[in-house]
C-alpha cells in the first residue's frame, strides 16, 4: 500500500487489479435467504434468593416454591436498581426499608428475563470429548 494517493506509474496495476476482483456474482435474490441458526430465547422468572426458574402462573403475591422467598418485594421486582434514587427506577415518595421482605407497592412488576434456550445435553462434559476423539477416527 503506498503512503501518498499521488497518480504514477503504480496505478495502473491497481485498475487491473480492481477489474479483476470484481467479477460477476449471482444477484442475491436468486441465492435465496438465508437461514439463521440462532438459539431460541425464552422468558422467565428467576427467584431473587436462589435462582429458581419460577413457573410462568406463579402468584405474585406468593413465594417461591423452593427457598420460600417472598415474591412481592423489592428484590424481584423489574424496577429494582441499587443505583437509583430510593433503589427503585421508578418515582416513589420514599424508600422502602427492607428490599426481601414483602411490601405494597403499586408499580410493583415481576422481573422477567429473556434467556437463550439451551438443551441439557449440550452441557453434559462428554459431548465435548466424543466430539474431539470423533475428529481422528477413520
Do not use: W
Request: proline share 9%; aromatic share 6%; net charge positive.
Amino acid at each position: 500500500m503506498r503512503k501518498y494517493r499521488q497518480p504514477g506509474y503504480q496505478d495502473s496495476e491497481q485498475r487491473e487489479k480492481r477489474e479483476k476482483r470484481e467479477a460477476p456474482r449471482a444477484p442475491r435474490e436468486q441465492l435465496g435467504p438465508k437461514t439463521p441458526q440462532m438459539p431460541g430465547r425464552r422468558s422467565l422468572s428467576r427467584c431473587a434468593q436462589c435462582g429458581t426458574v419460577l413457573p410462568p402462573s406463579i402468584d405474585a403475591f406468593g413465594q417461591c416454591p423452593k427457598c420460600g422467598f417472598e415474591l412481592h418485594s423489592c428484590k424481584q421486582c423489574a424496577h429494582f436498581d441499587v443505583a437509583a434514587r430510593f433503589e427503585c427506577t421508578q418515582a416513589i415518595p420514599e424508600r422502602i426499608a427492607s428490599k426481601d421482605t414483602r411490601n405494597n407497592c403499586p408499580l410493583y412488576a415481576l422481573r422477567v428475563s429473556v434467556e437463550r434456550e439451551t438443551s441439557p445435553g449440550a452441557l453434559r462434559p462428554d459431548n465435548a470429548r466424543r466430539a474431539f476423539e470423533n475428529l481422528f477416527k477413520k
